[in-house]
């Protein structure tokens, strides 16, 4: 239980409001460490709810499935320059960002990981990957503002970002294929 | 399974019987007798350079015109800074990879004599250009001066050649750990595995540089993008630095405990600090270019923060040792609140050298927690005040635990053993060489903070006052120099005697055991692509917003510049 403590903690402190002006301003910032750290909170979390409601998880979530496709979806939902904005400008909407990321996709993760089969890993390793790549080929061309909030020069490192996220994904699904970890342990 | 892996903890046990019976491996010990051999004529050479500059900046020894102040620099530098410090690095831990694990396997020995080739080839090409000066650059070449096309060249050498010892490490840790399973890397081994991570990492962002560099140092373009460089080179350049400070601190938590009749202090400790240090490590580059132009504020100050990240782990090492100081002490029956320390072997070099290591260490690491600040930095950047910081960070903790291995490492590989005589030339070794640093670095700050120059040689600025009144400093900083010169070619010889004269002898490796009730090391230690994972996501943190800002709003690039 102590993970979901420090989940709690991390959950209030990234909620303060000079927290989240600062991990606002920037971009890159925004969408590369508050959301990732929001995710990370329903991770901490997740050890908790599993324990008090087993029933839940194992009724809806029994071969992982439902949980990554719901991962998935509010990812995808995340990567999209008008959601950003839209947090930005709608209070109704950033209050929808800091309850969907934790509890909507990094419960679930946590939760469906553990039960998903290899193909099924490798599968959202891919697809990750290639979806992290088109967003930083996305970021990097265009010409324009994706966002009315952010300039062009941080759409571009936030592009930038993507590019070395999708190709530390690579490097890491690769290890997994060519390295047995059962070997070692 | 079971009996699987017994029969291959046994057949483990059987080879590390053997090794214990016949001593290191001769092959392996010929390869880390050359880098470390290397490794001092470096610290030779670029000893009697120093001294030429001490001399000079006092006033006192006009340079021929053939030889010039910045060329004598340049060298000084990358001899020191890169030369030295890299070689005995790989050959300090190749051998200690060969002592824990059983021996370097004979592909990995391979890779060792291949990079010790390309490094040579290397600094074959660097020394040229400076000798024949054509790269009076210094050794952190920064753009716009440009040095000739094959210094470059060399410095890629240098840097395939870390590579090769990099991979090599890692083929030789994974082939151990696929034989033992269920087991912690042993703890040296697991240092070693650290400083590889960090040489291999943290020079992607000086191969960029270079790479960056070269086209415009051959010609074929006519501008380059000068604070792009600057910060692609204190990427790795901040990352060196603590890279040797990691193998130091090796010695001082593996080593001294045994040396001194304790214990280790704490495995799983230890073991954070290195993540720590993994983690933490490329990322303070920017606190070197704190006073540099088209950084914004935000980014310095968040590169402070992570700066200062670093001085975390080694509080944990300074707990780490003075707890076993105190330990070790009081097992001999010290009593009082500070009677271990005079029980400690003051009168045994491989305990006294890497002693005084830690105790400069002290004001080495406040005099850096003090210029990783705005204004402080403000006030000494371009001062002598920086050049006596690293020389107490690197030219006493760093290189007084190098010799502090010496001592133990060279006989060991040689199977020679440290006469009581070579032990006394030992002692007045440290002692000379700790009262010529104290004397220069001293000088150096003191002088720094009245406003002395750095890479600057000697000018009265046409007897301006101010500048005359830096003279007494500058000559004190000249006679640590020439009792330091004294030092080196002590430590020269010492290296020389138990390389080759030394009478013949059984020494240890010394290793130390844990504490009888310390507690298991955790497990997710040794998940090493967690951690790089972690290391490259503060990686991205740092870098990818300042370094997009500086490509894309790049300022018109410079031409090149030869200054001397």
Redesign the interface.
């Known amino acids: 239980m102590k993970q979901a403590k420090y989940g709690l903690v991390l959950y209030i402190f990234l909620m303060l409001p000079p927290v989240i002006t600062f991990l606002e301003s920037v971009m890159a910032i925004h969408m590369h460490m508050q959301m990732p750290l929001l995710l990370i909170v329903g991770m901490l979390l997740a050890p908790f709810f599993q324990k008090h409601f087993p029933q839940f998880f194992g009724t809806w979530n029994k071969n992982g499935v439902p949980g990554i496709t719901l991962f998935m979806i509010i990812v995808i939902y995340w990567l999209m320059p008008r959601t950003m904005d839209e947090a930005l400008t709608e209070p109704i909407v950033e209050v929808f960002k800091f309850i969907s990321l934790p509890f909507l996709a990094g419960i679930p993760l946590r939760d469906s990981w553990s039960k998903l089969t290899g193909v099924s890993k490798n599968i959202i390793y891919v697809l990750l990957s290639m979806l992290f790549g088109l967003m930083a080929w996305l970021y990097i061309a265009s010409p324009t503002q994706l966002c009315n909030n952010y300039l062009l020069i941080e759409q571009k490192a936030l592009g930038w970002g993507f590019l070395l996220l999708a190709a530390s994904i690579v490097i890491y699904f690769l290890s997994t294929i060519f390295i047995d970890e059962s070997k070692y342990v | 399974m079971a009996t699987i892996t017994e029969g291959v903890m046994q057949k483990a046990s059987v080879k590390d019987k053997v090794t214990k019976l016949l001593g290191v491996n001769s092959l392996d010990a010929r390869l880390s007798l050359v880098f470390i051999g290397i490794a001092f004529i470096a610290f030779l050479l670029g000893g009697i350079l120093g001294l030429l500059q001490g001399l000079n900046r006092a006033g006192l020894l006009e340079l021929p015109a053939w030889l010039n102040y910045y060329q004598v620099l340049t060298a000084h530098g990358v001899l020191l800074v890169l030369v030295f410090s890299t070689t005995f690095t790989i050959g300090y831990f190749y051998a200690a990879l060969s002592h824990t694990l059983g021996g370097l396997l004979p592909k990995v020995r391979k890779m060792g004599w291949v990079a010790l080739g390309l490094m040579v080839i290397g600094v074959v090409f660097v020394a040229t250009t400076i000798i024949r000066g054509n790269a009076s650059v210094m050794y952190t070449f920064y753009p716009p001066m440009q040095a000739s096309p094959w210094f470059y060249v060399g410095l890629v050498f240098l840097v395939i050649g870390i590579w090769v010892t990099a991979f090599g490490a890692f083929i030789n840790v994974?082939h151990w750990?696929?034989n033992h399973?269920?087991e912690h890397l042993p703890l040296l081994a697991y240092f070693a595995t650290g400083v590889f991570v960090l040489l291999f990492f943290g020079s992607f962002g000086v191969t960029a540089e270079v790479l960056y560099i070269l086209p415009w140092a051959f010609g074929w373009t006519d501008t380059i993008n000068v604070i792009l460089t600057r910060t692609l080179f204190w990427s790795f350049g901040h990352t060196l630095v603590n890279i040797w400070y990691l193998t130091a601190v090796s010695t001082w938590y593996i080593a001294i405990p045994k040396l001194i009749g304790g214990k280790l202090f704490s495995d799983s400790l230890a073991r954070l600090v290195v993540i720590l240090l993994v983690i933490l490590n490329i990322t303070g580059g920017f606190h070197h270019q704190i006073i540099d132009p088209g950084i914004t504020p935000q980014i310095k100050f968040m590169h402070v923060f992570m700066s200062l990240a670093i001085g975390f782990p080694s509080m944990m090492t300074a707990f780490a040792m003075f707890a076993v100081f105190e330990r070790a002490g009081r097992k001999k029956g010290a009593k009082g609140l500070l009677g271990w320390f005079k029980v400690l072997p003051w009168g045994d070099v491989r305990f006294l050298a890497p002693m005084i290591a830690m105790i400069s260490f002290i004001p080495a690491g406040a005099g850096g927690i003090a210029q990783t600040n705005f204004q402080l930095n403000q006030v000494v950047h371009n001062t002598m005040y920086i050049v006596g910081h690293f020389h107490l960070t690197l030219g006493v903790s760093v290189v007084m635990s190098f010799c502090g291995a010496v001592y133990w490492l060279v006989p060991h590989l040689t199977k020679r053993v440290l006469t009581p005589a070579m032990n006394k030339i030992g002692v007045a070794q440290t002692i000379i060489w700790t009262l010529g640093m104290t004397l220069m670095s001293g000088a150096m700050h003191w002088v720094g903070l009245q406003g002395s120059p750095r890479r600057t040689s000697y000018t009265t600025y046409g007897d301006n006052a101010t500048a005359l009144g830096w003279d007494p400093y500058l000559f004190l900083l000249a006679i640590g120099g020439t009792l330091l010169i004294i030092g080196c070619i002590l430590m020269f010889y010492i290296v020389f005697n138990l390389m080759f004269l030394a009478p013949k002898g059984e020494t240890e490796f010394p290793i130390a055991e844990p504490e009888e009730d310390a507690l298991p090391t955790p497990?997710w230690t040794?998940r090493w692509?967690m951690i790089i994972?972690l290391m490259?996501?503060v990686v991205?943190?740092a870098y990818?917003?300042p370094?997009?800002?500086m490509i894309?709003?790049a300022p018109p690039g410079s031409p090149p510049f030869r200054t001397w």
């Open positions: 994974a750990r696929k399973r269920g497990k040794e692509t994972v490259l996501a991205a943190m990818v917003i370094l997009v800002d894309f709003n």
